[in-house]
């Protein structure tokens, strides 16, 4: 079981806003930043969101992050149907001292 | 191009032994700390390992402290992982991934393809 928690699974509409969360603790949220992460089946993760906010150049901005406290939510509104894929949300363990990964959600498309 | 190749996956036995390595291209390779990544079939992402820039100083997660071994050759543009005692349920595609720095906050920004380390007698 992951430390940061995700839901498994996310749905939405073309064209509507879904938001996918991500909680944490104080020793990994609450004191570090919180990247996320895009994953097509049978290829490798990209880089979405890095700095809880921050878009990498050619990264739509239909994409946006936030952090509050020890939770972080990835939002991605305008949906469309090639946005299917799995998020997962990550963040460095201060007493752990490791990289930590959610579970990963899997986002559909209906 | 910004690059990262993975090699050395395969069939292997419980309790064995192998050496992955992740070639780098399309930047100056040991200007960068690199990590290990893995992640079982159907399930979630596991860092595994990390090795700052010059290569003296890593890190490793508790599952794999004693039997996984990151290292490096920036003359070579290389990066590896020695696995030792490999168990089944390490069975696994595992990337090589760097990490940039944006705004003194690290993220991994290129990942390779993976490959895929099957542990099965």
């Known amino acids: 079981q992951s430390v940061l928690t995700q839901p498994p699974s996310a749905s939405g509409t073309p064209g509507l806003r879904v938001t996918i969360s991500c909680s944490g603790s104080s020793s990994n949220i609450g004191s570090r930043h919180v990247n996320w992460y895009q994953q097509f089946p049978g290829a490798a993760p990209q880089l979405l969101i890095h700095?809880?906010?921050q878009r990498p150049s050619g990264v739509p901005d239909r994409f946006s992050g936030s952090k509050t406290g020890t939770s972080a939510s990835l939002a991605i509104s305008g949906l469309q149907s090639e946005d299917e894929a799995e998020y997962y949300c990550?963040?460095?363990?201060?007493?752990?001292?490791?990289?930590?990964f959610g579970g990963g959600t899997k986002l559909t498309v209906l | 191009e910004v690059q990262l190749v993975e090699s050395g996956g395969g069939l292997v036995q419980p309790g064995g032994s192998l050496r992955l390595s992740c070639a780098a291209s399309g930047f100056t390779f040991g200007d960068y700390k690199m990590h290990w990544v893995r992640q079982a079939p159907g399930e979630g992402l596991e860092w595994l390992s990390d090795?700052?820039?010059?290569?003296?100083?890593?890190h490793y997660a508790d599952s794999v402290k004693g039997r996984f071994t990151i290292s490096r050759d920036n003359a070579k543009d290389l990066l590896y992982l020695q696995m030792r005692s490999l168990r089944a349920e390490e069975t696994a595609v595992y990337y090589c991934a760097r990490e940039n720095i944006f705004g003194g906050m690290g993220a991994f920004d290129i990942w390779g393809q993976g490959t895929l380390v099957t542990v099965s007698s």
């Open positions: 700095s809880n906010d």
């Open positions: 990550a963040a460095w363990d201060v007493s752990l001292r490791t990289w930590l």
């Open positions: 090795i700052n820039n010059g290569g003296g100083d890593t």
